[in-house]
């Protein structure tokens, strides 16, 4: 695999750890807010950030090429409120979008097919994601920001496994 390929995709493993380790940093802002519904949709987020992960960690084996498990930045991020919370997740995925489209140019310019293929995947996935946190942030906008305002928002989202 090309070089700048190979380094773009193990940082990319690094960064959706982190994703996961924001949204748990969501989740329990959320549980301490009682609102146990986005408490757990968050978390399934984090579980989903983790296999985003691994699915890059796999292909990288793979392919042969190491992997380069560095560290994983703090969160930093402590939400004044439920919508700061949700934009926050909302300007991460968009970030992350950002990201796999450098890995899927560095891919295009090296005529790496194999990793382009890989790549869609996650191309699709991210429309999705943005789609999702696009959608809680016009929800709790609409509702307000108080849990008394997200209460039947919050059990709605209790059913996400
Ligand atoms: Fe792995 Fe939410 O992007």
Redesign the pocket.
């Given at each position: 695999m090309n070089k700048k390929t190979a380094e773009l995709l193990n940082a990319q493993v690094n960064?959706?750890l982190y994703?996961a380790y924001l949204?748990l940093g969501i989740s329990k802002f959320f549980s301490r807010q009682n609102l146990p519904g986005f408490a757990s949709w968050y978390k399934v987020?984090a579980e989903?950030?983790q296999e985003?992960?691994m699915k890059i960690y796999d292909y990288l084996l793979d392919e042969g090429e190491d992997v380069e498990l560095s560290e994983i930045a703090a969160v930093k991020f402590i939400p004044k409120d439920a919508l700061e919370a949700v934009k926050e997740a909302d300007r991460?995925?968009h970030y992350?979008?950002a990201e796999?489209e450098k890995i899927m140019d560095a891919a295009v310019k090296a005529k790496d097919y194999r990793t382009q293929l890989f790549l869609n995947w996650?191309i699709t996935?991210?429309a999705e994601?943005e789609k999702n946190?696009g959608d809680m942030c016009a929800k709790v906008e609409i509702l307000g920001n108080s849990a008394k305002d997200l209460w039947h928002l919050d059990r709605e989202l209790s059913s996400r496994k």
């Open positions: 960064k959706e994703s949204y987020q989903e950030e985003h992960a991460h995925e992350i979008t796999i996650f996935e991210q994601e946190s």
